[in-house]
Structure formats: C-alpha cells, structure tokens
C-alpha cells in the first residue's frame, strides 16, 4: 500500500501530526534522518498524542539507506514539492507508491530531486509560496488513497487494526 515518507523533519509538531494522520489511515511513515529533534520531545508527543503508538513507522539514518532500501523493495518515489511538474490531482498513483514531502525550513536535497520518480505539486492561488508541510502530507496522500482505493472501509464498523512498528533500516 501506500507510504508517507519525511525527509529530515525539523518541526516535532508537524511529524507528530503527521504520524497520527497515517496512523489513522493505515499508512506506513518513513522517516528519513537526520530529523533535526528528538523522538522524545514533548511537543512531537503532545501533537502525536496516542496514535504513535499505533503508527508504523521505519527509520532510515539517511537519504542513502532510505533509497536503498527504496530501490530494492521496488516502490515509486513520488516527491511533493512547490515546483513539481505535475499537479497531485493529475498524477497517476499506484500501490506501493511513496510520497515524500520535504524539510520545513529547505525542502530537500538535489540528490532527492534526482532519485524522484515524479515531483508533483499542490495548485494554490498565485502569489502564495507553500502550505504547512503536514496540510501538504494530507491532501497528497488523500488524493493517492482515493486513486488507488486505499481508504479502510471496515464492514462491523470497528477500526482497522494498527500495523505494527517496521522498526530501522540503514546504518550509520
């Protein structure tokens, strides 16, 4: 299925944000080091609340292992930024597609660009530079889900179960 990718997050509010929304639609986060915080900050806990514990999260200790990683499992890197070629709402996604969003406060690195598959972008009205990075995450990765039927639709009513924790790849 599909995967939200953080590269180097520097906000704790924002990637616990974001790792809540995941948890909430059963979609692995990897999260691609260094991140400029701890894990333990209490804000990245205060914005993620309870759902980090029910999110799937991989940690990559660099861009480097992550597209190892990447490359071998076989999943297209699809990169949101301010500049791509594409508008999400044209895209073609597939299962087992990333979306990446970038740094808060740089974006990504050339290398990221380069790796990308394809790097789409949000229409917003002229003059307006970007969205909050988590606001950018979920309206991506909402239009993925739709396109590929990704939404959990549980019959019982019950919610979907969490998928358990994917751990760290790469190595320093």
Known sequence: ???LALYQPDIPQNTGTMIRM???LGVVVDIVEPAA???SDRHFRRAGMDY???AAVMRHDSFAAFEAWRRKAGHRLILAETDGAVAH????FSPGDIVMVGRESAGVAPEVHQAADAVVHIPMQDGLRSL????????VLGEALRQVGGFATPSDGTPPAALPSAGKAGSR
């Open 22 to 24: 995941a948890a909430c």
């Open 89 to 92: 709402l044209d895209f073609a």
């Open 52 to 54: 980090l514990e029910r």
């Open 132 to 139: 909050n990075v988590a606001i950018a995450a979920a309206l």
């Open 1 to 3: 299925m599909l995967r």
């Open 37 to 39: 915080f701890d894990v």
